[in-house]
Antibody
Framework: QVQLVQSGSELKKPGASVKVSCKAAGYTFTTHAMNWVRQAPGQGLEWMGWINTNTGNPTYAQGFTGRFVFSLDTSVSTAYLQIISLKAEDTAVYYC????????????????WGQGTLVTVSS | EIVLTQSPGTLSLSPGERATLSCRASQSVSSSYLAWYQQKPGQAPRLLIYGASSRATGIPDRFSGSGSGTDFTLTISRLEPEDFAVYYCQQYGSSPETFGQGTKLEIK
């Protein structure tokens, strides 16, 4: 079945970097956009942006430019989120979420979602 | 940026009752590009409704979505114990895609 499996929890010190992976299975990876969503502890959902899995072109939401990098390895059907120069306020669960519909299928909601990766930034 | 405001913040109901959740947008959501998600503690969100009124695969028909423009509603016709969770609306018609702050549906 279609699923996204993310890498495990991370504990990092301020100033370090982290790379979260999101491995797709059950469909052709390059046919659907991949989104990233942040959820701070006890808070709601915040869309970080998306990456075109066909071209590799990323789009970042305001507030997620500069220290956040979306990338791909299409050979292993995996999307990545890298966060550079981590700050305490980056502590959150990070989700990858695929567009429900393929490219050219129109705008769409997100389905499925990865299980989430908790990134904790603490000295 | 389109701001989505969900109400109420918390809804206390009993199993078997009907739940009505509201999502109001600060400007019109193009082409009714609005989705609803359910999130249970420790779990990822699950897509319930997209296109304002289309149920996602595997979603029971007690869940229904309606609305257009700036006002949208998620209705759960008869609450089951597993429906108590947090619900989010999302607009994906214009960038940035935005989520509402959530409605917590709790057991009364």
């Amino acid at each position: 079945q279609v699923q996204l499996v993310q890498s495990g929890s991370e504990l990092k010190k301020p100033g370090a970097s982290v790379k979260v992976s999101c491995k797709a299975a059950g469909y052709t990876f390059t046919t659907h956009a991949m989104n990233w969503v942040r959820q701070a502890p006890g808070q709601g959902l915040e869309w970080m942006g998306w990456i075109n899995t066909n071209t590799g072109n990323p789009t970042y939401a305001q507030g997620f430019t500069g220290r956040f990098v979306f990338s791909l390895d299409t050979s292993v059907s995996t999307a990545y989120l890298q966060i550079i120069s981590l700050k305490a306020e980056d502590t959150a669960v990070y989700y990858c979420a695929r567009d429900l519909l393929p490219f050219h299928g129109g705008a769409t909601g997100f389905d499925p979602w990865g299980q989430g990766t908790l990134v904790t930034v603490s000295s | 940026e389109i701001v989505l405001t969900q109400s109420p913040g918390t809804l206390s109901l009993s199993p078997g009752e009907r739940a009505t959740l509201s999502c109001r947008a600060s400007q019109s959501v193009s082409s009714s590009y609005l989705a609803w998600y359910q999130q249970k503690p420790g779990q990822a969100p699950r897509l319930l409704i997209y296109g304002a009124s289309s149920r996602a695969t595997g979603i029971p028909d007690r869940f229904s979505g309606s609305g257009s423009g700036t006002d949208f509603t998620l209705t759960i016709s008869r609450l089951e114990p597993e429906d108590f969770a947090v619900y989010y609306c999302q607009q994906y018609g214009s960038s940035p895609e935005t989520f509402g702050q959530g409605t917590k549906l709790e057991i009364k």
